[in-house]
């Protein structure tokens, strides 16, 4: 992963693809021209870009790319999910939060993908800047809801806050003794068990809490009052 200042962090699975566009961008900056992005609700719907244009103009967490137009999300610390598939290059944005996830917004983005004649063997997903396990502290009941179902992966999460190296800000403090969780895994693991190939899925370790360019955090916008800004992220398919 490359640190590039005015794009924000390179995929290299998705930089290997030259018919596509793609960024990660930095917090604040403002979404490119003719972008469709939706209402978000931390729902599972996923839509067509045309459905989204002009933006917000239906509630979705997730646009499928049509016609090169770039399809894009707005994050803080949740997901911004980008999926590109060589064989009919089909592009997707998605924003999954802990919610989106758990309610199936990745696994519908897939669907829709695979109806469109994307294939399991060949799509590619890179999940960008968003909170890591470094953190994001979830309380024990939540962790126990999720233990519950039988639908998910194994969860990956830590009673003890997991130290990262490379925070340039002091990570998460504690709040409520509960337990470090990992969202970026949860995500990997539900595409995993949805068919995509391990070695296409990627997930760009940048915490936007401890790592990323300040005002990159909702959560530590919560903790300091220090305001924060959404980071688009977008992919296209080149005209
Ligand atoms: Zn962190």
């Not at 944005?93 to 758990?102: E, Q």
Request: charged share 15%; proline share 7%; hydrophobic share 35%.
């Amino acid at each position: 992963m490359v640190q590039h200042l005015h794009r924000g962090p390179r995929s290299a699975l998705l930089e290997g693809l030259t018919w596509l566009e793609y960024a990660f961008q930095p917090a604040g900056q403002p979404a490119p021209a003719n972008a469709a992005y939706g209402q978000q609700r931390h729902s599972a719907n996923v839509v067509l870009a045309s459905q989204n244009q002009p933006p917000k103009s239906c509630e979705s967490d997730g646009v499928i790319g049509e016609h090169h137009l770039p399809v894009a999300v707005y994050t803080a610390d949740c997901l911004p999910v980008l999926f590109a598939d060589p064989q009919q290059q089909q592009v997707a944005a998605v924003h999954a939060g802990l919610k989106g996830t758990l309610g199936g917004v990745l696994n519908n983005a897939v669907d829709r993908l695979l109806e469109r004649g994307a294939s399991r063997e060949t799509l590619r997903v890179a999940i960008g800047p968003a909170i890591g396990p470094c953190c994001y502290e979830l309380g024990n009941d939540l962790v126990t809801q999720m233990r519950d179902r039988s639908d998910l992966p194994p969860l990956q999460w830590s009673t003890q806050q997991p130290h990262n190296a490379q925070a340039i800000r002091p990570q998460a403090r504690a709040q409520q003794q509960g337990i470090w969780f990992d969202l970026p895994h949860l995500a990997r693991s539900l595409l995993l068990q949805r068919g995509i190939q391990a070695e296409h899925i990627e997930v760009v370790k940048v915490c936007t809490y401890c790592m990323a360019e300040p005002g990159s955090s909702y959560r530590y916008n919560t903790h300091f009052a220090s305001g924060y800004q959404s980071r688009f992220s977008w992919i296209r398919t080149r005209g």
